[in-house]
């Protein structure tokens, strides 16, 4: 009879065992279909020189895709990382998601170029293809061109020396890609 | 050196917590007068220098102190005053701490107002929320410090408050809200208390009824003004939207409505006390579990705050050893012996009983809801969304359930009473009831509405119910009224359960009768929605103080009659370049005209939305008279007179310093 009074304990015991495995599953992570295949193909315009570029001109890897634009407030928060990244000689190139190019132009103009190129996707199909959730999002393509890893949201230093390091052998200690952010 | 004043204050604060957590506790298991005795100045020394630490934060926000982090990433010099103050609460650390500052605030309220109570029980319950203090303060100073600086890298200006939060409801909204929430925790350090002393009688329950009662009327109004809010500022007219944060805020709301009936039948007749001390542990910890739910970043919402999976970490170590902690202490402490008091099936405690278990399943239902995506992530089943469809379904009948539940309870009898005399009471007015229901439904444009039938039904029942439940008190065989019967305990419960009637009725014809149309719309054109007729008149430019704002300017007329010129605005804030929606609405009791501008399309011309919202007023108004009506119960002389019958006895062993 006296057992029935443990019911509640035992019921919060769950919840909170639920509760703490929810603490290391992240519910913004999506699940990438794309991670492991290759980039998505396209032909579009490059948003400054305004050449036509395919999925063969986001090469050598290992480097980064960067979604952003003008209209997404996080970008700007990361920006100032992505420079810092680009000054050690991460290779980034952007995907111009949604946007208005003359914005965009604008954007980098003001705020600095960390890109290599920028595939001005105006109308979000290469977006699409490639499962885009919201800006910003990042992917590290392989030196295969194969899609290695997503991550959704800012980038930051925090964010890059945990999973994206990995991808980058040559780039040594990142710590001093903070430092370089903070000289920038 | 004003922020390390108030770090110091907020460490001093946490210092004397933890005083307050340990000597009354130790005082009241040796006997000892002078440690218990010490509990009501502690509690207030803690209010005092929280208060403080607050108060130099403020100052912070006001001077424009972007060296601390916190007003730098919420605050911008070109933000009015008053919102550099309330910017101060719109993140995780200030936030923190103004829920510190409002549970010190609720330590001093209780060591104030209790001193005719026990010494034995005033130190038990000032310990016990000394602990919950200690808690949180260790959570602000450890993983949140408000007062941490931006050295030496200090920005020029701040990042700006978020736009959305910029609006006077948002001032006012977040500490009601605490106040109800962190209210919950009286009641909580009560249970704990009669189970530590193992007295779960009615002295108990008639304790601790009016701090809960004035808690979850706080609650309900820091809810009604957050549905408010949503649905001016964000822009699409949606009222509630079944988001973890607003589940996190309604679950205590729906635990704290049982706790109330609850604590009634303990306090008139001593039965249910083990329900009662668990619904008491339950609404405070799912207060607990909100502040987890939304400082964690377990779930995705538009409210959460920045999640910080550490912050989670301390939130859960916490959340188990006051949940943890309590319920073990309720399985080995309740009370051993079922109450002996009797009572028939047909009674106002079975009735009683029926709205626990009513709200205790709604509180459930929309537990699992919430917790639905958590679950099938955990066990990696997928990722899903649980949405209104789930709620609606299972929320809206439950409510339903319990609406007729609320007339009858009033007015049967306490122990034994016969359904032949439910039937010689009511018998009338369900008729009349009925007949109203059946023919308003018919009043819709579109035929006989099923479902405003039905809510007119309930909601009349319910009215019907109390207007009976007044006119019973007042008549008196000879004659005059005796206005002395309708006791402010009497008038809050009947505010009250009208406000509920109110806000059911209000949201059944709001989601039927609503109409919404999303038009292109330029200068000159005119549109046809509801009866009345929106013209667009202007479209201009104009500067706030810290954002540049689109207007369009309305003029709606109703048969040719001018009804009002609405000025819907698209501002773009100038630090965060953020854009907002600022709709227009004309209120009315019987409906609100809302507009809300979409994008510009071309030349002058703008996806505009326009709704028609029938008696959506009826819901805040509703969920103030529920508010109100809570609060209302407190100013019962029984609640002061029993404070005076007992001064005399205690006075020897309650010789509490101020």
């Given amino acids: ?184 | 050196m004003i922020p390390e004043l108030g770090h110091v204050a907020l460490i001093i604060a946490f210092c004397l917590a933890v005083g307050l957590a340990l000597i009354p506790m130790w005082g009241s298991m040796r006997r000892d007068v002078t440690a218990m005795n010490l509990a009501p100045t502690l509690a207030v020394a803690v209010a005092l220098f929280v208060a403080v630490a607050f108060a130099l934060l403020a100052v912070s926000f006001l001077q424009d102190d972007f060296t601390v982090a916190v007003v730098a990433a919420n605050s911008n010099s070109l933000l009015p005053p008053i919102f550099k103050f309330s910017a101060l609460w719109g993140n995780h650390e200030g936030s923190l701490l103004l829920w510190v500052l409002i549970l010190s605030g609720w330590m001093t309220a209780v060591a104030l107002f209790s001193r005719g109570l026990p010494l034995l029980m005033v130190a038990r319950v000032l310990s016990v929320m000394g602990m919950i203090a200690v808690g949180f303060l260790a959570f602000s100073l450890l993983t949140s410090n408000p007062f941490e600086r931006l050295l030496p890298n200090t920005p020029l200006d701040g990042n700006d408050l978020n736009p959305l939060l910029q609006d006077p409801g948002l001032i006012i909204h977040p500490p009601l809200l605490y106040m109800g929430y962190v209210g919950l925790s009286v009641p909580f350090a009560f249970a704990i208390a009669a189970l530590l002393g193992g007295r779960l009688d009615a002295s108990w329950a008639r304790w601790s009824r009016p701090w809960t009662n004035v808690a979850w009327g706080f609650l309900s109004l820091g809810i009604m003004l957050g549905s408010w809010w949503a649905y001016y500022e964000l822009g699409w007219g949606g009222w509630w939207f079944w988001d973890p944060v607003e589940n996190a805020s309604f679950m205590p709301w729906l635990m704290g409505a049982a706790l109330v009936h609850s604590l009634a039948v303990t306090e008139k007749r001593g039965v249910f006390r083990s329900w009662t001390v668990l619904l008491a542990i339950f609404a405070f910890s799912l207060s607990l579990l909100g502040t987890f739910l939304v400082r964690s970043g377990v779930l995705t919402s538009v409210h959460a705050f920045a999640a910080d999976p550490e912050r989670g970490l301390f939130i859960l170590i916490f959340l188990a050893l006051v949940v943890g902690g309590s319920l073990l202490l309720y399985a080995l402490r309740a009370p051993a012996v079922a109450s002996r008091v009797v009572y028939s099936a047909v009674s106002r405690e079975s009735l009683l009983m029926a709205n626990n278990l009513v709200f205790t399943v709604a509180t459930v239902v929309v537990l699992l809801g919430t917790l639905f995506p958590l679950v099938m992530d955990a066990f990696s089943l997928g990722k899903y969304s649980v949405g209104p469809p789930y709620f609606n379904a299972v929320f809206v009948p439950l409510m339903a359930l319990v609406m007729p539940f609320m007339t009858v309870g009033p007015l049967s009898r306490w122990r034994d009473d016969t359904a032949a005399r439910w039937l010689h009471e009511l018998l009338v007015p369900g008729i009349a009831i009925v007949a109203i229901a059946v023919s308003l439904g018919f009043l819709g444009k579109e035929g006989f509405n099923l479902w405003i039938a039905l809510a007119v039904l309930l909601a009349g029942w319910v009215a019907l119910g109390v207007v009976k439940d007044a006119w019973r008190r007042l008549a008196n065989p000879g004659g005059s009224l005796r206005w002395r019967s309708l006791t402010p305990s009497f008038m809050g419960m009947a505010v009250a359960h009208i406000g509920f009637a109110g806000v059911v009725l209000g949201a059944v014809v709001v989601t039927q009768q609503n109409v919404e149309r999303d038009l292109r719309m330029a200068v000159g054109d005119q549109q046809e929605l509801g009866g009345y007729r929106f013209e667009m008149l202007s479209v201009g430019q104009q500067a706030g103080p810290n954002y540049l704002a689109d207007q369009a300017v309305f003029a709606v007329t109703r048969d040719g009659q001018p009804v009002a010129t609405l000025i819907p605005e698209k501002r773009r804030y100038f630090a965060s370049g953020q854009i907002m929606t600022e709709a227009a609405i004309d209120a009315s009791i019987w409906r609100d005209l809302y507009i809300a501008l979409g994008e510009p399309i071309g030349e002058d011309a703008w996806a505009v939305r326009l709704q028609y919202k029938p008696m959506v007023r009826w819901l805040w108004l509703g969920a103030l008279m529920i508010g109100l009506g809570a609060l209302l119960t407190v100013a019962d002389r029984r609640y002061r007179t029993q404070v005076q019958r007992r001064d005399a006895p205690v006075v020897g062993v309650a010789g509490v310093a101020p």
Wanted: hydrophobic fraction near 40%; charged fraction near 20%; glycine fraction near 12%.
């Fill in chain 1, 1 to 184: 009879m006296r057992l029935k009074r443990f019911a509640p304990l035992l019921g919060f015991v769950l919840l909170a065992g639920l509760l703490y495995k929810g603490l290391s599953i992240d519910p913004t992570a999506l699940p990438a279909a794309r991670v492991g295949q290759p980039f998505p193909s396209f032909t579009q315009l490059e948003l400054t020189s305004g050449r036509e570029i395919t999925e063969q001109s986001l090469s050598p890897g290992p480097a980064l895709v960067n979604v952003w634009a003008t209209w997404c407030y996080s970008c700007r928060l990361e920006h100032p990382y992505l420079l810092a990244l680009a000054a050690r000689g991460v290779p980034i190139f952007g995907l111009n998601y949604k946007d208005d190019s003359v914005k965009a132009r604008e954007w980098l103009l003001q705020l600095g170029d960390p890109y290599r190129l920028n595939v001005a996707d105006e109308q979000g199909l290469v977006g699409l293809d490639l499962g885009v959730y919201g800006a910003p999002e990042t992917y590290v393509i392989g030196a295969d061109g194969h899609i290695k890893h997503r991550h959704v949201g800012i980038l930051d230093e925090g964010v890059f020396d945990r999973d994206f390091v990995k991808y980058f052998p040559d780039m040594g200690v990142s710590g001093s890609v903070g430092a370089a952010a903070g000289d920038s």
